[in-house]
C-alpha cells in the first residue's frame, strides 16, 4: 500500500483522535486555571519573588487576583492560596495534596523523615512523636528545660550576643534533651558539630564535589547517622523503663522502626525545632523590647507567680500549673507567632486534578498555603501591622491563625515549642533587661523570617 494510500484510510481515524484530544476535554480540562501569570518559560516569575519581600510578590498578585492565583517558581507550576478555607482543604486533604520537597533537601534531612510521608508510616510516626510531645509527656521536662535557660540566660549576661545565634544553642540543648533524655549531655558536642555543619549546608546550592557546603553537609550527615547508629545501640543495653523520651518512643518494639529511620526522624526532629522555635524567640525580644507596656505586663505577670511562691512557701522552680498561669506571656507569644509568620507559607503537590472553587489545580502542579497573608489579611485580623497580644484575647476566626499549619502534618511539637518560650521568658523578663545594638529594622529570610542580623543586643541584669 503506498503511503497516500494508508493516509487517506487512517485520516478520519487521525482527525478524530487529534479533534477529541484538543476539542473534547477531559473533567479536568472544562475547568480554568486559577488567574495569574506564568512568567518566562522555566524560570517563571522566581526572580520576581525573590528580588523583593517575598510577601510584598504575595500581596501584590493577590489584590490583583484575589485569593487563588496561579504562578510558576522554581521550575514548577503553582497554585498559591490565601483564603483560611482554601488553606484548611488543601492540608486536611492528603489523599489530594502530597507534602513536597527537593530531592536535595530529603536528602541531606534523610528520606525517612516524618516530613515526606503520607499514609500508614506517617501516621505511626505522628503517634509516636505526639507521645512524646503531648502535654502530660513534657509536663515532667519543665525542670531540666528550667536549667537550660538559666544556664543560658547567665552565659550571655553582661555580653553582646546575637540574639537568634544563642537561641539556637537554647532551642538546640532543649530539642536533645527531649530526644535523648538524661545522656543528652553526653552526645551534645559531637551533635552539635555535625550538625551545625549540616545546617550550613542546608540551603546551598545541591552541588556534591569536595569543597562545596553541599558536600560538607553530606559527609556530615554520614557522620551523624553512625554517631546516632552508636546511640541507639548503646540504648539497647539500658533498661526501657529508665527513659520517656523521643528516642525510647521510637525505640519501643512496637514502634517497628528500622536504625536507620529513627536515625533521619530525630535528624529531623532536631530540624523542625531548632530555627523555627529560636526565630519566634527572638521576634519577642524584638517586639518586648519596642513595646515597653507589654514589657511591663508581661514582667508583672512572671513577677506575680514568683510571689505566689513565696507566700505559700512552694518549692521555687516552675510547674505546669505555673505556666498555665501565664496568659498575658501566651498571647505575646500568639501574636508574634502572628506578626512575624516565621514559616511564611508551605508546600504541597497535587496527587491528580483538583476542582477548587471552579478552578482546576492540575495534577504535579505545587499548591502553596500562605500563611503569612492569611495572619496579614485586615479581613482575619485588625490592624494586622500592629503588634497587639490583646486581641488574642478573643479566639480569632476559624483557620484563620495557623502558625503551626493544621491538618495532616500540623506540627507535633507546638506544645514543646510553647513551653520552652513561656520557660524562657520567666526568667528573661524577671531578672534582665536588654538593648537592641545598631539597625533596629528589616526583616532576613534565611529561609524563616528573621529580625534583621538576628538582632543583636546587649544583656544586663536588671539589679
Ligand atoms: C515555634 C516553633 C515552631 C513552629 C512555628 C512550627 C511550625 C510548624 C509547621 C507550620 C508545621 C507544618 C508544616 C507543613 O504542614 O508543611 C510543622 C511541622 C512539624 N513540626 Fe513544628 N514548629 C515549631 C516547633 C517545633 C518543635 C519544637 C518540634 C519538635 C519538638 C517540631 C516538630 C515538627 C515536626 C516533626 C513536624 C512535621 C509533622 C508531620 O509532617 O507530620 N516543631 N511545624
Request: some cysteine; proline content about 6%; charged content about 25%.
Amino acid at each position: 500500500m503506498e503511503l497516500a494510500t494508508i493516509l487517506c484510510f487512517f485520516a478520519p481515524f487521525l482527525f478524530l483522535v487529534i479533534f477529541k484530544s484538543f476539542f473534547s476535554p477531559s473533567k479536568g480540562r472544562e475547568l480554568p486555571l486559577p488567574p495569574g501569570t506564568m512568567g518566562w518559560p522555566y524560570i517563571g516569575e522566581t526572580f520576581q519573588m525573590y528580588s523583593q519581600d517575598p510577601n510584598v510578590f504575595f500581596s501584590t498578585k493577590i489584590k490583583r487576583y484575589g485569593s487563588i492565583f496561579k504562578s510558576h517558581i522554581l521550575g514548577c507550576p503553582c497554585v498559591m492560596i490565601s483564603s483560611p478555607e482554601a488553606a484548611k482543604f488543601v492540608l486536611n486533604k492528603p489523599q489530594l495534596f502530597k507534602p513536597t520537597f527537593p530531592a536535595s533537601k530529603e536528602r541531606m534531612l534523610g528520606k525517612q523523615a516524618i516530613f515526606f510521608h503520607q499514609g500508614a508510616y506517617h501516621a505511626n510516626l505522628r503517634r509516636l512523636v505526639l507521645r512524646t510531645f503531648m502535654p502530660d509527656a513534657i509536663k515532667d521536662k519543665i525542670s531540666n528545660i528550667e536549667s537550660v535557660v538559666q544556664s543560658c540566660l547567665n552565659s550571655w549576661e553582661g555580653k553582646s550576643i546575637t540574639t537568634f545565634l544563642e537561641m539556637k544553642t537554647f532551642t538546640f540543648k532543649v530539642a536533645l534533651l527531649s530526644i535523648f533524655g538524661k545522656d543528652e549531655i553526653l552526645y551534645r558536642e559531637d551533635l552539635k558539630r555535625c550538625y551545625y555543619t549540616l545546617e550550613r549546608g542546608y540551603n546551598s546550592m545541591p552541588i556534591n564535589v569536595p569543597g562545596t557546603l553541599f558536600h560538607k553537609a553530606m559527609k556530615a550527615r554520614k557522620e551523624l547517622a553512625q554517631i546516632l547508629a552508636q546511640i541507639i545501640s548503646t540504648r539497647r543495653n539500658k533498661k526501657p523503663e529508665e527513659y520517656n523520651d523521643l528516642l525510647s518512643s521510637f525505640m519501643d518494639e512496637k514502634a517497628g522502626l528500622s536504625d536507620e529511620q529513627i536515625a533521619d526522624n530525630i535528624i529531623g526532629v532536631i530540624f523542625a525545632a531548632r530555627d523555627t522555635t529560636a526565630s519566634v524567640l527572638t521576634w519577642i525580644v524584638k517586639y518586648l523590647g519596642e513595646n515597653p507596656s507589654v514589657l511591663e505586663a508581661v514582667t508583672e505577670e512572671q513577677e506575680a507567680i514568683i510571689r505566689d511562691k513565696e507566700e505559700s512557701c512552694e518549692e521555687m522552680g516552675l510547674n505546669w500549673s505555673d505556666t498555665k498561669k501565664m496568659l498575658v506571656t501566651s498571647r505575646v507569644i500568639q501574636e508574634t507567632l502572628r506578626v512575624a509568620s516565621i514559616l511564611s507559607f508551605t508546600f504541597r503537590e497535587a496527587m491528580e486534578d483538583v476542582e477548587y472553587q471552579g478552578y482546576l489545580i492540575p495534577k504535579g502542579w505545587k499548591v502553596l498555603p500562605l500563611f503569612r497573608n492569611i495572619h496579614h489579611s485586615a479581613d482575619n485580623f485588625k490592624e494586622p501591622q500592629k503588634f497587639d497580644p490583646s486581641r488574642f484575647e478573643v479566639a480569632p476566626k476559624p483557620n484563620t491563625f495557623m502558625p503551626f499549619g493544621n491538618g495532616t502534618h500540623a506540627c507535633p511539637g507546638n506544645e514543646l515549642a510553647k513551653l520552652e518560650i513561656l520557660v524562657l521568658l520567666h526568667h528573661l523578663t524577671t531578672k534582665y533587661r536588654w538593648s537592641v545594638i545598631g539597625a533596629k529594622n528589616g526583616i532576613q529570610y534565611g529561609p524563616f523570617a528573621l529580625p534583621q542580623n538576628g538582632l543583636p543586643i546587649t544583656l544586663y541584669s536588671k539589679k
